[in-house]
T-cell receptor
Framework: KAGVTQTPRYLIKTRGQQVTLSCSPISGHRSVSWYQQTPGQGLQFLFE???????NKGNFPGRFSGRQFSNSRSEMNVSTLELGDSALYLC????????????FGQGTRLTVV | GESVGLHLPTLSVQEGDNSIINCAYS??????FIWYKQESGKGPQFIIDIRSNMDKRQGQRVTVLLNKTVKHLSLQIAATQPGDSAVYFCAERPGGYNKLIFGAGTRLAVHP
């Protein structure tokens, strides 16, 4: 069974640009969550999608958005990039509902210059 | 590989010893807890989970203990091996479906 796949693995963008990251969950998993990981702030929850609906949202500005497609694949978008957006962006997939294991992908390393 | 955290607390152990990694969680409403292992350049890897109606759960070479009274979680690794060297995170789920709140992490360094 394939794991969580995130693309691209590495990305370099310029301040002010926008970026779209992609996540394909484990087959059969309907919940996709996104996290930002930085050395200073650690792992922070961005948002969660389930059946194409955002179910939870963390404390990030509106520049961070996401969506989920009918096949459960998810994308997150960051507009008007800032230097502080440089981070490892991780996607996690779960079957559904509460108290189910969340499996992470390898992440996308975003560098904003 | 990429640095997960620059100033994480580090636990250094000898190969073959038992390791205990501690974590204080923040939300009394959390009812599900997970330990993750993260190696350099990789995403967090699920190790073991525990629900709040349990005090202890055992896996292969790992045991998680939960003390809800003091909001404390620990991960015990038996016969620690060099391959166990990584950063370990505890995570709590405060009732909001699949939203996880992560601890700061502990770096485990295993010496031969």
């Amino acid at each position: 069974k394939a794991g969580v796949t995130q693309t691209p693995r590495y990305l370099i963008k310029t301040r002010g640009q926008q970026v779209t990251l992609s996540c394909s969950p484990i087959s059969g998993h309907r919940s996709v969550s996104w996290y930002q990981q930085t050395p200073g702030q650690g792992l922070q929850f961005l948002f969660e999608y389930f059946s194409e609906t955002q179910r939870n949202k963390g404390n990030f500005p509106g520049r961070f958005s996401g969506r989920q497609f009918s096949n459960s694949r998810s994308e997150m978008n960051v507009s008007t990039l800032e230097l502080g957006d440089s981070a490892l962006y991780l996607c996690a997939s779960s079957l559904s509902g509460r108290n189910t294991e969340a499996f992470f992908g390898q992440g996308t390393r975003l560098t904003v210059v | 590989g990429e640095s997960v955290g620059l100033h994480l607390p580090t636990l250094s152990v000898q190969e073959g010893d038992n390791s205990i990694i501690n974590c204080a969680y923040s939300n009394s409403a959390s009812d599900y807890f997970i330990w993750y292992k993260q190696e350099s350049g990789k995403g967090p890897q699920f190790i073991i989970d525990i629900r709040s109606n349990m005090d202890k759960r055992q896996g292969q070479r790992v045991t998680v203990l939960l003390n809800k009274t003091v909001k404390h979680l620990s991960l015990q690794i038996a016969a620690t091996q060099p391959g166990d060297s990584a950063v370990y995170f505890c995570a709590e789920r405060p009732g909001g479906y699949n939203k996880l709140i992560f601890g700061a992490g502990t770096r485990l360094a295993v010496h031969p």
